[in-house]
């Protein structure tokens, strides 16, 4: 009961490397966003929702009142569709392959529309979505692509089978509790250099202006928040119904800023650090993938994705029966192990989305995939013998 490791999520650095503000000149702007231009918003949602203000306004222009639509896939987290709502843009769900975390292909080109303004490519765990198919539906319709990487980051000189990592026309990160890299909020929007017709279209949003006062809240939130993910202690927030850890729910955007300077400031320790858990992260992945080969009730998504080994993930995920996953998740939890069912549902039955959604159809493979998933932890406090717990739990069934 007294042990219990987060299912996501490493401390936060909350020291500079440097104290030069984050831009080009800096000597330590990482090598991974040297041929993107940046724009920072306050969360990883408002980086989203200024991607598809940017892809609504190519299309159709400043001041058009009619229809625009976005694509976007039947699982996945509830944001989707609150950054959608706030840019002025209906969501059009389309399902998933079945027993993939990626969008069905034939469903994304029938989903497309003279209203259409753009795809969302999400990178779920952190496993590409297949942009290179997904380029010529949006080429031929002339819309963008937009990558949601939030759950996203490369390891270290990390390329997508000898391409760039991240191919959208737009690329939206998020620097969230629990993400990749985590400052507690803020979120990003890269574009391609060069590419100022996208690029220029993004809302353009200075930093706020904060005081020390709420540096001191902030700074005093993250070392609360460090202390909390230590296994010895993750139990309690854990065991506390009111904070609904690891809920899944609809929370709508009512506003978009920039990200405050400290947040910018301690980017560039924190990426540092990602890079730091690397070869843990490697060693883990090697073990499960390993550990779990000829197990015929558990379709490792890693593997069957054909990830590269050294490919990082937010956390480790793998299809299990639906009639045996709630087991498993418990027997796991039990154990201290931390595994999650991500979100609960497929988005059009989170609670809040009845009305924004407008009773679109059911998706059976997005409903399978959320009544099948489980997920292992794969930060810095992860251990490889959760794999182990794992098939434990399995023959206990």
């Known amino acids: 009961m007294f042990y219990q490791l987060p299912p996501v999520g490493n401390p936060v650095q909350l020291y500079s490397r440097d104290k030069t503000p984050l831009n080009r000149a800096a000597s330590n702007f990482p090598a991974v966003f040297l041929h993107w231009d940046i724009q920072f918003y306050d969360s990883g949602t408002s980086a989203l929702a200024a991607a598809m203000i940017a892809a609504r306004t190519k299309k159709f222009g400043t001041g058009y009142a009619g229809d625009a639509e976005v694509i976007i896939p039947a699982y996945g987290c509830p944001d989707l569709i609150a950054a959608a709502v706030y840019a002025g843009l209906k969501p059009v769900l389309v399902d998933l392959q079945a027993s993939r975390p990626w969008m069905d292909l034939q469903a994304v080109a029938d989903a497309v529309s003279a209203a259409t303004v753009a795809i969302i490519a999400v990178d779920l765990f952190g496993i590409p979505e297949r942009l290179s198919r997904l380029r010529p539906i949006a080429d031929k319709a002339e819309i963008v692509l937009i990558e949601d990487s ?3 980051f490369p390891a270290q000189a990390m390329t997508r089978h000898g391409e760039a990592y991240w191919q959208g026309d737009l690329v939206v990160l998020s620097f969230g509790r629990g993400k990749p890299v985590s400052l507690l909020g803020g979120g990003a929007v ?3 250099q060069g590419n100022n017709s996208i690029s220029a279209l993004l809302p353009q949003l200075p930093s706020p202006k904060d005081n020390a006062i709420q540096r001191l809240r902030y ?13 010895r202690l993750y139990w309690l927030p854990a065991a506390l119904p009111f904070l609904h850890l690891g809920e899944t729910a609809y929370h709508p955007l009512s506003s978009i800023a920039g990200l405050d300077r400290l947040r910018k400031k301690l980017l560039m320790a924190n990426i540092h650090a ?6 843990h992260a490697l060693a883990i992945n090697r073990y499960t993938r390993t550990a779990l080969q000829g197990n015929e009730n558990i379709i490792n998504l890693a593997a069957v994705c054909e990830l590269p080994e050294a490919q990082r993930l937010l956390r480790y995920p793998l299809l299990l029966p639906a009639s045996e996953r709630d087991h498993v998740v418990h027997c796991l939890n039990q154990n201290g192990r931390g595994a999650s069912i991500m979100y609960a549902a497929a988005i059009p039955e989170i609670h809040g989305l009845e009305q924004v959604l407008d009773k679109q159809k059911l998706f059976p493979c997005a409903r399978d995939f959320a009544a099948r998933l489980l997920t292992l932890p794969m930060h810095g406090l992860a251990a490889v013998d959760a794999v182990d717990v794992l098939s434990g739990c399995l023959h206990s069934i």
């Open 190 to 192: 890269l574009s391609p």
């Open 219 to 231: 700074r005093l939130k993250a070392q609360l928040y460090n202390v909390m993910l230590h296994p």
């Open 150 to 152: 939030a759950q996203g």
């Open 274 to 279: 990602y890079y730091g858990y690397d070869e």
